[in-house]
């Protein structure tokens, strides 16, 4: 019976090395690299350039077993933050907006140097919504980490997830 158990407990510990729960999928990659994300919108708030270089890193480090290098890293991310926008979105009968969005955008240059064709340059962007009542200073520090965990989630998805 101990011997069963033994083999049982083997198993399953060999089993939990194949699957990652994140559903991400290194290949043969060990490390990733995370280049400085310049802010090149045309709004610029400070410091978001840093926050989103960080706030990437911080995700991939987090979900994957990976390594993070500041050079020569099997997975290198890079780009720039494209926008940085605040537009109405509802109005109210008085012809004023009820309701405002903020919008960041990121071009993304993933180069995969173990598996080439996983290689890609995209936009990922998303939003927060708020009061047209309230200023951006009062809920940025809400809206920003929110967006960036969308973006940042999108980014690891599109790049290392196997759905």
Known sequence: MKYILYILLAFTAISCGIYNFTGGSTGDAKTFQVNFFRNDAPLVEPGLDRDFTIALQDLINNQTNLSLTDRNGDLVYEGEIVEFN???????????AAQNR??????????NHKEDKKDFEKRFSFYYDYPAASQLSSVKGEA????????TQDIFNASLADW
Do not use: D, H, K, Y
């Open 86 to 96: 605040i537009t109405p979105m509802t109005a109210t009968s008085g012809q004023t």
């Open 144 to 151: 920003i980490p929110q967006i960036f965990e969308r973006i």
């Open 102 to 111: 903020l919008t960041i955008s990121v071009n993304v240059r993933f180069t």
